[in-house]
């Protein structure tokens, strides 16, 4: 990785959740934090997601998802960036998803799971830890 640019990252809303405060705080946690953060908006598919994080060259994808479709959206997210050759694209995540799920994708390759209630500055931290080698 470059260290003379910062982090990019895909926050996405995917699926028919409409709810996105969640997300759109994230994004300006990272944002403060000096992270390029592209911001897809909402009810965007798999596929939109990945199509984004592609064509923005990002370091990693944050989703969001609360209605209870995390499942199905965050491996349709996953098998995606590993049908398009772009693997090394980390993906992490929160929402209200149950602990016996975070386990299940995290095994299917979702690098962190945050729940309601994790502080902004946690999240930055574990972004700067887990993408290291940029500014």
Do not use: N
């Given at each position: 990785?470059?260290?003379?640019?910062p982090?990019?990252?895909?926050?996405?809303?995917?699926?028919?959740?409409?709810?996105?405060?969640?997300?759109?705080?994230?994004?300006?946690?990272?944002?403060?934090?000096?992270?390029?953060?592209?911001?897809?908006?909402?009810?965007?598919?798999?596929?939109?997601?990945?199509?984004?994080?592609?064509?923005?060259?990002a370091?990693?994808?944050?989703l969001?998802?609360?209605?209870?479709?995390?499942?199905?959206?965050?491996?349709?997210?996953?098998?995606?960036?590993?049908?398009?050759?772009?693997?090394d694209?980390?993906?992490?995540?929160?929402?209200?998803?149950?602990?016996a799920?975070?386990?299940?994708?995290?095994?299917?390759?979702?690098?962190?799971?945050?729940?309601p209630?994790?502080p902004?500055?946690?999240?930055?931290?574990?972004?700067?830890?887990?993408?290291?080698?940029?500014?």
């Amino acid at each position: 990785m470059d260290s003379s640019t910062p982090l990019r990252i895909v926050v996405a809303k995917p699926g028919l959740d409409g709810h996105d405060r969640g997300a759109k705080v994230i994004a300006r946690a990272l944002r403060d934090a000096g992270i390029e953060v592209i911001y897809t908006g909402l009810h965007q598919s798999p596929a939109q997601i990945v199509d984004a994080a592609i064509q923005e060259d990002a370091d990693a994808v944050g989703l969001s998802v609360l209605s209870g479709a995390h499942d199905t959206l965050f491996t349709s997210v996953l098998e995606l960036l590993r049908e398009r050759g772009a693997q090394d694209i980390t993906v992490f995540g929160g929402g209200i998803i149950p602990e016996a799920d975070i386990r299940v994708l995290k095994d299917r390759g979702v690098a962190e799971i945050f729940t309601p209630g994790t502080p902004m500055a946690e999240i930055v931290r574990w972004v700067r830890a887990a993408l290291p080698g940029r500014l």
